[in-house]
């Protein structure tokens, strides 16, 4: 094709990109906003309960015994942990931050304690230091914070403080 001198019929090199580009990104916050087909919500983070800044609440049906629940706790991320400990049943909620140098831990799903991918420290699931096997102490020397948690009936509400 010459060019000559017209203006080129079509759109050009730039705008057709720019139009790919845009499609895309339509496309790809449509995937985004879409339903996980798994059905998974593991790591993402729950709400603040409406009309309370300061409470989240849960259904006890939501965290079956021995497994946690990623939460977000007045912007802070934080898991739900429900566990058995000493026969009695326990609700905590563990602020997702090492005692370190602050860096976000794992829930160790199979073997059931959090591990920091920093330094290696780990934490039992009541948040407290696991015993480390060569007797030396972990980098992290304190249990991770908790907030505050009530169980009332069917639900269970953390405070945050
Ligand atoms: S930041 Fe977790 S062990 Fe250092």
Redesign the pocket.
Known sequence: MQNSGDKPEGISRRDMLGRLLGAGCTACLGALTTACPGGSDWGKPHKLAEGDAEQLEFSTADVPLNAVLPISVGGQAGFLVHMEQDGAEQWLALENK??????K?DFLQDEGYFK?P????EYNMDGTLRERENGKG???KQPLKQWPVEVRGSRVVIIAS
């Open positions: 090492c005692t370190h140098k602050k860096s831990i920091c920093l330094h290696k420290s972990w980098p992290a």
